[in-house]
């Protein structure tokens, strides 16, 4: 008999590879920005800095790949994990917004609200893996 690889396992272990490659390409366009970034153009900089979202556009599209090619357990944990961490940033983001509004808290960098969703979807993965063992 032939040896079957679990489905979720294979996707997995695609995702895996594919995100790597897209986060090591971030990695390098982020470090030749840095490396040599104040000796160019403006329009230089953008450019390098709106290539950097190709890898980013390929990570997400591994990510939705990801999610269509898993079984159906791990894609509801995954869909509701997504629902969790959007619920909470959403929440994070209204209640920061008006501590800041009356002047109370500094004017954070847009890229936190990312970092908040993947972090609060880490937490949310974490325990639905928990629930479901």
């Given at each position: 008999m032939p040896n079957r690889i679990n489905p979720t396992t294979?996707?997995?272990?695609?995702?895996?590879v594919e995100a790597?490659?897209?986060v090591l390409a971030l990695a390098a366009i982020t470090m030749i920005l840095s490396l040599i970034g104040h000796n160019l153009s403006k329009r230089w900089i953008?450019?390098?800095?709106?290539?950097?979202?190709?890898?980013?556009?390929?990570?997400?599209a591994?990510?939705?790949r990801y999610?269509?090619?898993?079984?159906e357990l791990n894609r509801k944990m995954l869909l509701?994990?997504?629902?969790i961490a959007g619920g909470v940033t959403a929440l994070?983001?209204?209640?920061?917004?008006?501590?800041?509004?009356m002047s109370m808290l500094p004017r954070?960098?847009?890229i936190w609200t990312f970092g908040t969703f993947v972090f609060c979807f880490a937490i949310a993965r974490h325990f639905l893996r928990r629930r479901y063992k």
């Open positions: 294979k996707a997995r272990r695609r995702y895996l790597v490659i897209c953008v450019t390098i800095v709106v290539s950097g979202l190709i890898p980013v556009v390929f990570f997400f591994a990510f939705v999610t269509l090619r898993t079984d509701d994990s997504y629902a994070i983001a209204i209640m920061y917004g008006s501590l800041e509004s954070p960098h847009a």
